[in-house]
Nanobody
């Protein structure tokens, strides 16, 4: 079992930055691939970024590539999402998730989910 708690969301102006954190419980965090997903109002949840268990491989949605960076610190059981050059269309609830599979942008492959943190980008 893994419990995930996101933090770091908030209100920011367009062009600004935020760093989301996801703290995981359990001693097997380093064995999970981790992902970030988001859900905007009235839209389906979508993939944002993923990172392999070692941190050696990362994947991004085209919409955030070059602006967002996913990273992890296995010693701290934490995964991060650094978000720069934020746009109003980045407004959403952001969720982190853990997968026993490879790091891929497929929601059904993620076994554990956090409660989400709200990110609002004003224009």
């Amino acid at each position: 079992q893994v419990q995930l708690v996101e933090s770091g969301g908030g209100l920011v102006q367009a062009g600004g930055s935020l760093r989301l954190s996801c703290a995981a419980s359990g001693r097997t965090f380093s064995s999970y691939a981790m992902g970030w997903f988001r859900q905007a109002p009235g839209k389906e949840r979508e993939f944002v970024a993923a990172i392999s268990w070692s941190g050696g491989s990362t994947y991004y949605a085209d919409s955030v590539k070059g602006r967002f960076t996913i990273s992890r610190d296995n010693a701290k059981n934490t995964v991060y999402l650094q978000m720069n050059s934020l746009k109003p269309e980045d407004t959403a609830v952001y969720y982190c998730a853990a997968s026993t599979n490879r790091a891929r942008p497929i929601q059904d492959e993620y076994d554990y989910w956090g409660q989400g943190t709200q990110v609002t980008v004003s224009s």
